[in-house]
């Protein structure tokens, strides 16, 4: 990404809502009282999608969706090739997740 050297690109999630069927319950109550489920999407720096992940009931956070997620998981295992984290200098340490 444009000045991020090694930026996968950029993370978020979006709530998707819809009316659930009453058999489902709360399972898809989300803290906003609505019922959804959970768009995780990484785009690059032209805005193009790189992952998508979507179907996670609205209970989730952004954060428990991305822990779950073969995102999490390929960078986790190096699928990705991503480069091997490294000191910048004496105050700054990048860290794999």
Do not use: T
């Amino acid at each position: 990404m444009w000045n991020f050297p090694f930026c996968l690109g950029a993370l978020d999630g979006k709530h998707v809502d819809f009316e659930a069927p009453k058999s489902v319950g709360l399972f898809y109550y989300n803290y906003k009282g609505r019922n959804s489920v959970v768009l995780l999407g990484l785009v690059d720096a032209d805005y193009k999608f790189l992952y998508g992940d979507v179907g996670v009931n609205g209970r989730v956070s952004d954060g428990g969706v991305f822990r779950e997620s073969s995102l999490r998981k390929g960078i986790d295992r190096n699928f990705l090739n991503c480069p091997e984290d490294y000191f910048l200098s004496n105050r700054f340490h990048i860290q794999q997740m």
